[in-house]
């Protein structure tokens, strides 16, 4: 098992283009998060998933976004109509179970919006 | 969840202990402290946990006094490669909690 695999490492985009962003959990691991972090601060929650319903979405999460996990393995998230401020490291974890020692982290996606 | 208040940045050379303190006063009877480490474009590392006293691995120690409004990272003899963001995070323990909430982190500089 390889950890928590995100793909693309680096996208850059034009402002009003659609990126999607792939997350592959550890294979036995139920729970898939997302996190969207800026420079100089903490990663900042978006989304989870137990196994393939998503069970909590956070106000950071406009319309533009969406999150998915068909058949509650791999998890798609998709920004529509990027902006500037969309420009972020978007970070993907997975857990078995609670959020404690068994939260693992991929390295993420870093978007820059041009 | 609790809030956290950590230094922003600390800076240490090769060899010294590190100690980084965080408070957190709100902390509730049922909340863990937990500790998660970050390098440059990686995702956070889960580093320890611990409810109360003393805990230990192979990476650091965590201690907390009894009223349990503070918790101490401590970090023995580092190295270079232990330049990092260090995140205190309190909130429900392992098998209870879903989510995590970072603060700013204390930005960790170890020189030679």
């Known amino acids: 098992d390889t950890g928590v695999s995100q793909n693309p490492r680096h996208k850059i985009t034009k402002r009003g283009q659609n990126v999607t962003f792939r997350c592959d959990p550890i294979?036995?691991?139920?729970?898939l998060y997302w996190y969207r972090q800026t420079l100089g601060q903490g990663p900042e929650f978006l989304t989870y998933?137990?196994?393939?319903?998503?069970?909590?979405k956070s106000r950071l999460l406009s319309d533009r976004f969406s999150a998915e996990r068909p058949k509650g393995s791999f998890s798609t998230l998709e920004i529509q109509r990027t902006e500037q401020g969309d420009s972020a490291m978007y970070l993907c974890?997975?857990?078995?179970?609670?959020?404690?020692?068994?939260?693992?982290f991929g390295s993420g996606t870093r978007l820059t919006v041009v | 969840l609790a809030k956290t208040t950590q230094p922003i940045s600390m800076d240490s050379y090769e060899g010294q202990e590190v100690n980084i303190t965080c408070s957190h006063n709100?902390?509730?009877?049922?909340?863990?402290i937990t500790w998660y480490q970050q390098f440059p474009s990686q995702g956070p590392r889960f580093i320890i946990q611990?409810?109360?006293t003393k805990v230990t691995n192979e990476v650091a120690s965590l201690f907390i006094p009894a009223d349990r409004k503070s918790s101490t990272l401590s970090l023995p003899r580092v190295s270079l490669s232990d330049t990092a963001v260090y995140y205190c995070?309190?909130?429900?323990?392992?098998?209870?909690?879903?989510?995590?909430?970072f603060g700013s982190g204390t930005r960790l500089l170890v020189r030679p």
């Open positions: 611990g409810y109360k």
């Open positions: 709100n902390i509730a009877t049922n909340d863990y």
């Open positions: 995070l309190v909130g429900l323990g392992m098998d209870s909690s879903y989510k995590l909430i």
């Open positions: 974890a997975s857990s078995l179970g609670g959020a404690g020692r068994g939260y693992t």
């Open positions: 294979s036995e691991h139920n729970r």
């Open positions: 998933f137990q196994n393939e319903a998503q069970l909590e």
